[in-house]
């Protein structure tokens, strides 16, 4: 009885935690089809009759905040630098767990070290350095994502390599393969679960990046939180809070896909990132 009370309790804090977190949302939603008058006024009533805006704001969001190439940018740049990560990252967790001496032991802690550093702390110094190597453009973003994508990613990929046995990687030694054939034909195949978790957990985060991109790539170039975030800004602090609505909406639903398509792989891959050899 008492199992079945604390089940019932807990199955109604989630069922609380889930609507407060889904309300925003809804709420965001629901105004993204409001005429701009009425958002601020009765932001929580239901777009009815002289309310309802239609597709208007969409239509306005698109053809004023260049949100389709801003699109398209971030598209790249997620695609680009989560591919980025996850191959380079789950080459150096190999090195560190198959390679071990003190140079490796350091840069596991480095990594390791790097996932706790605040991103104000370094982005002045960051945006100097990268400013200095040429890398404030579409393509050179994908490389400073993956630094600082890379500690994460690095713990979790050390953390399941530790649990993959040796005597695969021996075998495909001993049937003639190259460290560089051995990990891409049998490891990387196994890291699977995780790989799938890193990919979610970094793409939803350089989706929704605003900072990174405003300062590395400025106005010029516009990722879709720039984008939405500049375009809907009118004259004197006025914001068109329709199109800005709208704007939300049609960038969220992509991750949103993404998330819902793969959410099933990030327990497994999370477990699996925390197993200690």
């Known amino acids: ?153 690095v713990f979790m990929f050390a953390g399941f390599i530790k649990s993959v046995p040796m005597d695969i990687e021996e075998a495909a030694e001993i049937d003639g393969c190259s460290p560089l054939q051995t990990f891409f034909l049998v490891v990387f195949p196994v890291l699977k679960p995780t790989a799938i978790t890193v990919a979610i957990l970094n793409a939803m985060w350089i989706w929704n990046d605003y900072l990174l991109p405003y300062l590395v790539l400025g106005t010029d170039s516009k990722t879709v939180p720039v984008a939405i975030q500049i375009a809907m800004q009118g004259a004197y602090g006025a914001t068109d809070y329709g199109g800005f609505m709208a704007m939300l909406v049609l960038a969220i639903i992509p991750i949103i896909a993404f998330y819902l398509f793969a959410q099933k792989y990030i327990i497994s891959g999370v477990i699996s990132g925390a197993v200690k050899g």
Not at 88 to 97: D, Y
Not at 98 to 123: C, D, E, G
Not at 142 to 150: K, P, S, T
């Open 1 to 153: 009885m008492k199992n079945k009370t604390e089940e019932n309790a807990t199955s109604l804090t989630l069922v609380v935690l889930s609507v407060l977190f889904l309300i925003p949302i809804a709420l965001v939603i629901l105004n993204s089809f409001k005429s701009r008058l009425f958002i601020s006024s009765n932001p929580f009533a239901l777009p009815r009759h002289e309310m309802f805006a239609g597709l208007t704001n969409y239509i306005n969001g698109l053809s004023t905040s260049g949100f389709f190439l801003a699109f398209l940018r971030s598209v790249f740049i997620t695609l680009a630098s989560v591919g980025l990560i996850l191959v380079c990252t789950s080459m150096t967790s190999w090195f560190i767990v198959r390679v071990k001496n003190r140079f490796t032991k350091w840069l596991y802690y480095l990594f390791a070290f790097s996932m706790i550093v605040p991103f104000q702390m370094v982005m002045y110094t960051m945006t100097y350095i990268v400013n200095l190597l040429n890398f404030d453009n579409v393509v050179g973003i994908n490389f400073v994502y993956l630094g600082f994508g890379a500690g994460l990613s």
